[in-house]
């Protein structure tokens, strides 16, 4: 399954509150909150949706989470509160995590749920570490049934494992995965949670369909029957919004559609912060990349603003020279990209690097010439390298964008999503969805030398400084102290450039106000996610 995306996490925000009005609509308090069926519009196939075989991580674990539980669920203020468990004591050194657990779960073929089935949920998930959450998880040192709790123990403190593991494991049924051999092929049979929605079809490429659990003790659904329709092209999806015949696109509006959705009655756009990233990433392990004098002077000649402003027609923030979205937590709001194109083509002038008859530098004996990889299936992503084409040539540096469907620039840039493969690219335009905004862990991620530890090193960056900052962020043992880690790394990170973050682009969703109205926005990742389509307590 891969590691792609991660679970979106932030400050809950009803809809009313943040989306753009639709033909006339007022209050939303008028507007159903329930619904007897709903279609939600989706991309691409998410396989048969269990743990290993989802595709995405959105939309894909968020379906995926309509059917698993977690023990503990993020609420609107991004705790981590009560779920399958019905709370959490943490010992003073942040190593052992005691979760008691709810009684009356049943899972959905009617066996109970079980600390049983905790316990075989971690031991497999060990086995099988190709989870997303294989690092806090490889942190677990004992696992034990105790009283109807579970007693978690780990090897090294971790004050964020209730976010980055609790409130994201899916729990499994020990009843049906201990007969699971392979979990990457599990069949459609495996898919079975303790969810508030029950899968009940699968067409592959074509739909889904998922049916209120009836009996879900923790929330009662909202609707009774779910579809989830895959259609590929997103404005033949955006088309069947219009018509009634899809009421959720769960992709993003492009910013030029979003007044125009807005105005249709019955039709409303769900807007808020998005922590998702697009970066520039350089291969920096490759020659000139390994040269920091290099990846500063590409930076410097990038106007983030004229992107943010040309490609997202302003509905975007500019990107963070340390990585973190302004408004996330532990953001160091002093780091600020600097776009200077004479400072730029001055330090490569510093370091030998003079233009050649055609323009384009020439240092240690090669041009600066490069190809520059991305989606092929993201226009906005397109026009940014082609910008960023045009920037780069006005200090002498020469790219060549190179679209390519996104598997084949994911097997260059991420192979097998493993950073211990290594990499084959120049350059690339990258990113990384909302929840490393909420986890300080995922900037060591992004940092480390070791694969282990930086499983999100795509760029390669081997640096000693960042690697000790990387190993004192993950030693830490309070929050407090991890927070002040991470603003240490985010310094750090802006100083070594191993990418630049060019923008994050503005959170747009839109819905059919007049079928379902219950939409509740999730900072950083959008509608689609529990909260709005279960009544959750709390």
């Known amino acids: 399954m891969p590691a792609l995306r991660v679970l979106a996490a932030g400050l809950l925000l009803a809809i009313a509150g943040c989306a753009g009005g639709g033909g006339g609509d007022s209050a939303t308090r008028n507007e159903p909150q329930t619904a007897s069926a709903l279609t939600i519009a989706v991309a691409g196939d998410e396989g048969t949706l269990t743990p290993y075989t989802y595709t995405t991580g959105y939309p894909g674990y968020h379906l995926m989470s309509l059917i698993f539980d977690t023990l503990l669920v993020l609420d609107t203020g991004n705790r981590a509160t009560p779920l399958l468990a019905t709370g959490v004591s943490t010992s003073p050194d942040s190593t052992v995590f005691t979760l008691p657990l709810r009684t009356g779960v049943t899972w959905h073929d009617g066996k109970p749920f079980t600390a049983d089935d905790v316990v075989f949920t971690i031991d497999y998930y060990r086995k099988h570490d190709t989870v997303r959450f294989a690092t806090p998880l490889a942190n677990v040192t004992n696992v034990k049934a105790q009283d109807g709790a579970v007693v978690i123990t780990l090897g090294k403190p971790d004050p964020e494992f209730p976010v980055r593991l609790l409130a994201d494991m899916p729990?499994?049924?020990?009843?049906?995965?201990?007969?699971?051999?392979d979990p990457e092929k599990a069949p459609l049979s495996a898919a079975v949670g303790t969810g508030p929605y029950r899968l009940t079809s699968y067409q592959p490429d074509r739909r889904y369909e998922l049916t209120a659990n009836t009996t879900y003790p923790i929330g009662k659904p909202r609707i009774d029957k779910l579809t989830v329709s895959v259609i590929p092209e997103q404005q033949t999806a955006l088309a069947s919004l219009r018509t009634g015949e899809v009421h959720l696109v769960a992709d993003e509006v492009p910013p030029n559609l979003k007044d125009q959705l807005a105005q249709q009655s019955g039709i409303k756009v769900a807007t808020g912060s998005n922590f998702s990233s697009t970066l520039l990433a350089f291969n920096d392990?490759?020659?000139?990349?390994?040269?920091?004098?290099?990846r500063r002077a590409i930076s410097a000649a990038i106007d983030t603003t004229d992107l943010v402003d040309t490609v997202l027609l302003g509905q975007g923030t500019v990107g963070s020279p340390g990585f973190w979205h302004p408004e996330a937590p532990g953001a160091d709001a002093n780091l600020k990209h600097t776009h200077d194109p004479a400072a730029?083509?001055?330090?490569?002038?510093?370091?030998?690097?003079?233009?050649?008859?055609?323009?384009?530098?020439?240092?240690d004996g090669k041009p600066l010439a490069f190809e520059l990889l991305v989606y092929a299936d993201s226009p906005d992503r397109v026009r940014a390298a082609e910008l960023i084409t045009e920037m780069l040539g006005r200090i002498g540096v020469r790219t060549t964008v190179r679209s390519m469907d996104a598997d084949s620039v994911d097997a260059k840039v991420w192979p097998g999503f493993d950073v211990a493969n290594g990499r084959d690219y120049d350059l690339a335009i990258w990113g990384w969805a909302a929840p490393t905004m909420i986890d300080y862990a995922k900037l060591a991620a992004l940092a480390a030398t070791d694969p282990k530890l930086g499983h999100h090193n795509v760029t390669g960056i081997a640096d000693t400084e960042l690697d000790a900052a990387a190993k004192q962020l993950l030693e830490t043992t309070t929050l407090a102290?991890?927070?002040?880690a991470a603003g240490r790394l985010q310094q750090l990170l802006a100083a070594k450039?191993?990418?630049?973050?060019?923008?994050?682009p503005a959170g747009a969703y839109a819905y059919r106000s007049d079928v379902f109205a219950g939409w509740v926005y999730q900072q950083g990742g959008g509608p689609l996610n529990k909260h709005s389509l279960v009544a959750l307590p709390g």
């Open 171 to 181: 729990v499994l049924a020990r009843h049906i995965w201990s007969g699971v051999a």
């Open 285 to 294: 392990g490759k020659a000139p990349f390994n040269r920091v004098e290099v």
């Open 344 to 363: 730029a083509a001055a330090a490569l002038d510093a370091i030998g690097a003079a233009p050649g008859a055609d323009g384009v530098r020439v240092l």
């Open 481 to 484: 102290d991890r927070q002040a």
């Open 497 to 504: 450039t191993p990418f630049v973050t060019l923008y994050y």
